[in-house]
């Protein structure tokens, strides 16, 4: 109750009551009109997938999309998921949402395959609480048997950290994914603490190295020190690697020297709407986009 937390606020000093407990109730009423609009944001079709172009390090060919999750909210527009998804983990509306990823992803993935660009893989991001509390693995196979999809047109990205956070529990999902077809990636790699004797025994297909590393290899030594540790590293245990994050041809060049297989980023496409890459494919391969 904002009153109280005021009165609380007066009682304990004037400045405290003017500079930090207004912005805390200001905090507390826009998290829970942002979980509120949240509950109904599915029935309302406020959400949507928009899609990144993944390329080949060789020859900047497309292998597949990550598709990304968009929030456009009446009146106030695109709301970035890193300031709603955090909120649906808390109050537990991730597995809803997360579950009506999964399937418009399987159901573009069917799409495009029937329009015959059946070769497009496509990846989702799955949190912590999803892999932990869902049955993913029930919920997949019945996706991909409901659109008439191989499961092995579709990727998980799931980060470090989600992973390390519980590998016992987390390790033997990834591992029952893997036997159903499914490529998992680790996302945001090289921020979440994982140890080399876990890293060889993770059922995981791809590395994604985090864009913070992509950004700073460039000007820091021991940064681009990192990246061609993680690339190395990444042959060694026979994963694929993509960079995350690429935003100028400087990076194009030093990833693709180093080995990196795969690159993500502005520099190739912004994350678009599914019509959109379609135009692309229609234009012709040197159509340049633009996009969120
Ligand atoms: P992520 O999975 O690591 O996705 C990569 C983020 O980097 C995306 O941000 C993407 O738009 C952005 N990005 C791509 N290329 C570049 C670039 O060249 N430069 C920069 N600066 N950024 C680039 P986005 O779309 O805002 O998503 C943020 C995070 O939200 C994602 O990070 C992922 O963790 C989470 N997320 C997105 N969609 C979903 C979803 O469907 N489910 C769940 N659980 N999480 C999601
Ligand atoms: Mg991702
Ligand atoms: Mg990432
Ligand atoms: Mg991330």
Aim: with cysteine.
């Amino acid at each position: 109750n904002a009153d109280m937390a005021l009165y609380a606020a007066k009682a304990a000093g004037r400045n405290t009551y003017h500079f930090f407990q207004p912005a805390f109730a200001e905090q507390a009423r826009q998290r829970l009109e942002l979980e509120l609009a949240l509950r109904d944001a599915i029935e309302r079709q406020e959400l949507s997938l928009h899609y990144q172009t993944k390329v080949c390090a060789r020859d900047q060919a497309a292998q597949g999309f990550e598709a990304l999750l968009r929030w456009n909210r009446p009146r106030i527009g695109f709301v970035p998921p890193d300031s709603f998804v955090p909120v649906a983990e808390d109050c537990g509306l991730i597995g809803q949402i997360g579950a009506w990823v999964l399937s418009e992803a399987c159901r573009q993935i069917a799409r495009w395959e029937a329009a015959g660009h059946g070769w497009q893989k496509v990846a989702i991001n799955v949190s912590a609480r999803q892999l932990i509390h869902d049955d993913l693995v029930g919920m997949i196979r019945e996706e991909c048997r409901r659109h008439r999809i191989s499961p092995s047109l579709l990727e998980v990205e799931v980060t470090e950290s989600c992973i390390m956070s519980n590998p016992e529990q987390t390790t033997p999902i990834l591992a029952a994914l893997q036997a159903m077809g499914v490529r998992i990636a680790i996302d945001d790699f090289g921020t979440g603490h994982s140890s080399l004797a876990y890293l060889r025994r993770l059922p995981v297909d791809i590395i994604k190295i985090d864009k913070s590393f992509v950004r700073e290899a460039m000007s820091d030594k021991p940064t681009a020190a990192i990246v061609k540790t993680i690339i190395g590293l990444s042959k060694t245990l026979e994963k694929q690697v993509v960079a995350e994050g690429v935003e100028t041809a400087e990076q194009v060049d030093m990833l693709a020297r180093q080995g990196c297989d795969s690159l993500q980023g502005y520099f190739f496409s912004r994350p678009l709407p599914a019509a959109d890459i379609e135009h692309q494919w229609h234009a012709g391969p040197s159509a340049s986009a633009t996009g969120s």
